[in-house]
């Protein structure tokens, strides 16, 4: 990209702060241009965060319905994924997956607790429930 066409539309989750983008100047070496973001990007950026919001009420959902343990709502509450999860925590996605069992889940170690409070930016007593109101 040539550093004339570095996207400056102050797209809205930038929050009024800047992003390096490489371009090329009149020389063709690169060099690093601050941008205000690209509308495109934008609108991608907040599509992800609906559906963080729509997987989040889902999982609440399922949660209170005893389908699922609480450990599924926090994954997506603090917008990861299950992939995402496992790498923080250091173990395999299929683990995860069986941890949102409630019976598996009710079970785990405080060592799980405690990796998953690390990985999730969370107290432990707080992966063990939901919050009150969604």
Avoid at 3 to 32: E, L, W
Avoid at 37 to 56: M, P, Y
Avoid at 86 to 101: D, L, N
Avoid at 113 to 123: C, H, W
Wanted: charged content about 25%; glycine content about 6%; hydrophobic content about 40%.
């Amino acid at each position: 990209m040539d550093i004339n066409h570095v996207p400056q539309d102050d797209i809205s989750t930038y929050a009024k702060n800047k992003k390096a983008i490489y371009a090329t100047d009149h020389n063709g070496d690169y060099r690093v241009i601050a941008s205000s973001g690209w509308n495109v990007e934008g609108e991608a950026t907040l599509q992800a965060l609906d559906e963080f919001k729509s997987q989040t009420h889902g999982a609440y959902k399922a949660v209170v319905d005893g389908i699922k343990s609480p450990l599924l709502y926090h994954m997506y509450s603090q917008r990861m994924d299950v992939a995402v999860l496992a790498q923080s925590v250091g173990t395999f996605k299929w683990c995860i997956k069986r941890h949102f069992k409630p019976k598996t889940f009710n079970k785990i170690s405080d060592k799980w607790l405690i990796r998953y409070a690390d990985a999730l930016g969370l107290d432990v007593d707080v992966i063990k429930t939901l919050p009150k109101v969604e």
